[in-house]
């Protein structure tokens, strides 16, 4: 019961390649029944996100013979010659297959380490091949072992907990100061790539109202249809300050837009309820004498770029961690599999050893005389018995004690030792 | 110590350990199981008091270590209460060594029977109330001390570690509102009992003690706080402070005014 994968990503292979491999759901599902038919694998899953493109499998064949075949087919798949895919793709074989697929789920092979989407991705790509009945009992218990590990690693650590990018940790720093954002006011002054995920992030936190001022009124009225928000007038941003209780500005302009002496007024008419300027222009758009002033909270792009790195450093500190959860989770899959392996193996062997034993009997019994029907139904009986005692039953051990199935490494190696390799296939 | 304050104290002690692993990797599991702690907790101890009460043959705050003790429930009630409403876990571990340390102090001496006092429903009442007060005034201390951390931290442009795991700023505000308003109703309504027994039990509802002064001027130092802490000039960390400032008029209270200052009030 061998496991093979074989993909790239994001660090083997550019951009460029990455999306002439993207697996489209048809041309997943396509894969999936091929390989199946073909009698390459027998079980499958593909796993195609932005980042990656990887087709998982359990071998009719050995992983050694497969593994060859999948790389020719994952060119012809995708119209690729196979010289072009090259060093690009990689392939890992049983526990590498685990190990790599847990840290995919816990977001540590993600571009932004610990991020999130990745989880909800790897639990679509596994519904999507379960439907389609393309797994079967090993990939069906790897991919749910791979989403526990991922809900764990992102309750047990901080690893995806921080706010990674510079729009997202602005809102975060928000939802600090005003706790939730369902009730709260955002005014975006200009318009940046910025900006736009701010937004995206205040629409997805369910912030309650947005305002957008622009100079050019139609590029206002632009944003506000794209946004969903109100439009303020330029000329009337200083007395519209008095509503909302952050300010996301980004506007190019050489001289600053909000000066303290207007924040300063602003702050008299909200009656100092807190005030979240986030500054986004280079050259700056709020004085920063405005940042001083009381229940006043100002940030600019650099300050919260700072948070950014430190915030990227405490995710790094938190790999040990996250490396000991997946390896806790690959020795219990191994324990799994093992104990999977020994029925099979236990299945084997009886079933040899009954073919023997009956031959056997056959054999000397034909040879001795004088003995009843009965007499030989009980020197079977005998024979069964003794084989029971001495073969199955330490295997009936192993079954049962896992600390036992983890020291057995190969049991290939059993196989081979009482010449079951033909009843395996 | 008997069975009921050991195992009140080890739960106080597993609550503390919960709140403050849940501070550094939030889990619900964990949340959960510092709540439910407490809440066990809090059930042994009010066996605590009872067994107090009746080993003294009299009301358990008869004695400063009584009146401790029941001040470390009253903490711990008070600060679930919050944390129900308002979600803020977060602040248990700020919390809980204040209740573990007044629980553990309130043991320290064993407890030996008193003349019996039977000073009726009136006087509990008085005695309840304004150590519920001085309980959720506690709370709105840690509350207050977090919100200026934080006010910090953030005006420094540094928030990194605890920052992201303390409740938002304005969540912190409106706890320590609520702790507040608590403290004052209950002050309020103490007082009155208080004025109510006293008249009984000397025939005039004011004496003039210091403690009445002191407990009075509380009651108007933190319904100012209530009432600036929503004003121009003071919302904020101004408010904070105030919030701050005046619990040092109530620890004055409960320790310099009750041992040295006060004719008739003791430990409460």
Known sequence: MEIVLLGLNHRTAPVELRERVAFSPEKAGRAATELRERGVLAETLVLSTC????????????????IPQL??????????DPAVLGASLYHHRDHGVVRHVFRVAAGLDSMLLGEAEILGQVRDAYQAAYDMGSTGPVLNRMFQAALEVGKRVRTETEIGTRPVSVAFAGVKLAEQIFGKLSKHCALILGAGTVSEQVVEHLRDRGIARLLVANRSPERARELAARWKAEVIEWEKVEGALAVPDMVVSSVGAEQAVMSRAMVERAMQSRANRALF???????????????????????NVDDLAEIVEGNKRARAGEIPRVEAIIEQHVLKFQAWQTGVEVTSVLRDLRAKLAQGRNAFLRERLSNMEGLTSA???????????LLERLVISPFEHVRSERDLRKRIADLDAVRRMFGLDQEKH | MTGWVLATLLLYILSFAAYLRNLYVENRAIGLAAGASLFVGLWLHYFALLERARVLHAVPYEDLWGSLSLFAW???????????????????????PLIVLLFALSHFRDVSPHPATARGTLFALHVTLNILAYSAFSLAFVLSTIY????????????????????????????????????VLALAAGISFGFVWADRLHGHYWSGDPKEIVSLLILVFYSAYLWLSRSTAWRGSRAAVLCLCNFVFVMFSYSIVNIYLSRYHRFY
């Open chain 1, 51 to 66: 980042n990656r493109s990887e087709l998982y499998g359990v071998p009719q064949e050995s992983a050694a013979e497969t």
């Open chain 1, 71 to 80: 790389e020719r087919y994952f060119a012809s798949l995708h119209e690729l």
């Open chain 2, 148 to 183: 200026l951390i934080q006010n910090r931290l953030l005006r420094r442009r540094k928030p990194g570690g605890v920052f992201w795991r303390f409740p938002p700023m304005d969540v912190l505000e409106r706890m320590c509102r609520s702790s507040a308003l608590v403290g």
């Open chain 1, 375 to 385: 007499e030989q139904e009980r020197m079977a009986q005998l024979a069964e018995e």
């Open chain 1, 277 to 299: 300027l986030i500054d986004l222009g280079v050259p700056r758009n709020v004085a920063p004498e405005a940042g001083k002033l009381y229940n006043v909270y100002l940030y």
């Open chain 2, 74 to 96: 009253l903490l711990g009630a008070t600060f679930l209460g919050l944390e129900l409403v308002h979600r803020g876990r977060a602040v248990g571990p700020f919390v809980l």
